[in-house]
């Protein structure tokens, strides 16, 4: 019979309110500044609270396991008080609760174990088959010391039949009324096809923030898109043609934007950043037409004129481009290039032209944010990469070599202001000095062009203090060599690369 939800029973007083210890655990250290500032932003915390309960987290983890152990078949489960401050575990036995008790976790008697609980949800999904459509789904829920099963107003009756059909009838398995149907997530990708309303397919560009940039030849603005795979996607927020030829989609929830352009080989290629490339540096196209081509890039500043209209700002390649690869994705290694607006012959046709919009421009027109996979290593003289000194967080930490190792001391993202960016903080030349030898730093970001660094078409990195380059001091290419500005020389201790 339906049910509704009750708290559960408790047959004796016997807790103690345990706060876990606040002392910092190593793992919470390594934090990224991007979990913390998504963890004050939705879950209403200060950047200390947000530490403290990453600590709590981690202490109740261990703990929860350590009484998972220790009680075997008695376990009643564990979960972490509403504010986050304290683990509480459900006991069957005394020994069960004066062992929470001693683990500084506060006890609570409930009257089936996890074990039991499991079972009773293990009966439903062997039973998943006669499921009807309006039954939603079903979890095993701790807190409540029960397993629910949720299901719309008015399939009660056939959520009941369900459960005894699975052999789960118990009174603790209880139905929950719920109006929130589950539907599957899709991922967006860079150079998959979509398609509008007006029977037009083009390709997805990048995935940004709540959706993707495309070519504006693409559709107009409150146009509806459907994926890949003839699913809702999203609406068309802005387009910009002639005169630039850019873009975006906002998509749906169900839609969710990946760091990743299908490079047509069954794997796909990874978003680190949005970092320029230079004339005559390689780079490929992805779109749903012809796949994966690349090339190298001939020249930029290029204007189209179109039977439309004139395009400039544009980027020339010696790659090939058929129809409905428009607004697909154009990367260099790891970093965004551009997407797709238009070219001269057709693939496999040698000697073809593309043209593509530059995405840090698309990025800036709407204020949008690259998807990225957290950032890149750029790697420079010996293979060694640019590092944050002893993965120093503060302000004025001195940028060095060092062998590359995958922390996040190397994890660079290139961000569309012209930002080189680790541990949410900017790549900053000491003082804002234009002069040969400035030594460079990790500082907070404040848009001033002492933290503005380009790639050119040697493979420098290069800032516009002076248009100085990125160098590492004294042709030394030992672990710990500061990193400076320096005159553009063309040496090999001025080239970088990320990856």
């Known amino acids: 019979m339906y049910r509704r939800p009750h708290p559960v029973r408790t047959a004796v007083a016997l807790f103690a309110t345990v706060v876990l210890p606040t002392s910092a655990l190593a793992q919470t250290e390594e934090v990224s500044p991007e979990v913390l500032t998504a963890m004050q932003r939705d879950l209403g915390l200060s950047a200390a609270q947000a530490r403290q309960r990453l600590t709590t987290e981690a202490l109740a983890a261990r703990t929860e396991q350590t009484l998972r152990d220790e009680l075997g078949a008695s376990f009643g489960g564990a979960w972490l008080s509403e504010k986050g401050d304290r683990l509480i575990v459900g006991v069957t036995t005394t020994a069960g609760a004066r062992a929470a008790l001693r683990a500084g976790a506060e006890p609570r008697w409930v009257s089936r174990t996890q074990k039991e609980l499991d079972a009773l949800k293990a009966s439903l999904d062997r039973g998943a088959d ?103 996607q999203g609406l068309v927020r802005g387009t910009s043609f002639p005169g630039n030829d850019y873009g975006w989609v906002q998509v749906s929830w169900d839609w969710t934007p990946q760091p990743w352009v299908n490079n047509y080989s069954g794997t796909n290629a990874i978003v680190a950043g949005s970092a320029e490339a230079g004339i005559n540096a390689s780079v490929c196209r992805s779109g749903s037409t012809s796949g994966w081509r690349c090339g190298v ?139 040969n030898g400035t030594p460079l730093q990790l500082w907070y970001c404040n848009g001033t062009n002492a933290q503005k660094f380009a790639f050119n078409d040697a493979g420098n990195l290069v800032n516009p203090l002076g248009n100085l380059c990125v160098t590492a001091m004294g042709w030394n290419g030992g672990d710990g060599t500061p990193l400076q500005t320096w005159d553009c020389t063309g040496a090999a201790n001025q080239k970088w690369a990320p990856r």
Not at 303 to 308: G, V
Request: aromatic fraction near 10%; charge should be negative.
């Open 297 to 435: 890039i001939l020249a930029k500043n290029y204007t189209a004129n179109y039977p439309e209209g004139a395009v400039s700002g544009l980027t020339a390649a010696n790659v090939c481009v058929n129809s409905g690869d428009s607004g697909g994705s154009w990367i260099w290694g790891n970093q965004a290039q551009g997407v797709t607006s238009g070219g001269v012959g057709f693939c496999p046709v040698g000697g073809s032209v593309a043209l593509f919009q530059p995405v840090n421009e698309i990025l800036s027109a709407y204020g949008l944010s690259l998807t990225t996979n957290g950032g890149s290593e750029i790697v420079g003289l010996n293979g060694k990469c640019i590092d944050v000194a002893s993965a120093n967080t503060a302000d004025g930490t001195p940028i060095q070599l060092w062998d590359c190792n995958g922390t996040n001391a190397q994890k660079w993202t290139f961000h569309s202001d012209g930002t080189l960016r680790a541990f949410g903080k900017c790549l900053d030349v000491t003082w804002s000095s234009p002069t």
């Open 130 to 232: 006669v499921a009807s459509k309006d039954i939603q789904g079903w979890y095993v829920d701790v807190i409540t010391n029960s397993v629910v099963v949720l299901a719309e107003d008015a399939a009660v009756v056939n959520a009941e039949r369900f459960i005894a059909e699975s052999g789960a009838a118990d009174s603790a398995v209880r139905v929950v009324i719920s109006h929130d149907r589950p539907r599957l997530a899709y991922d967006l990708r860079g150079g998959d096809p979509y398609y509008m309303n007006n029977g037009g397919r083009c390709s997805v560009g990048f995935s940004v923030a709540g959706g993707f940039v495309t070519a504006g030849h693409c559709g107009v603005v409150n146009t509806f898109t459907w994926g890949y795979n003839g699913v809702g």
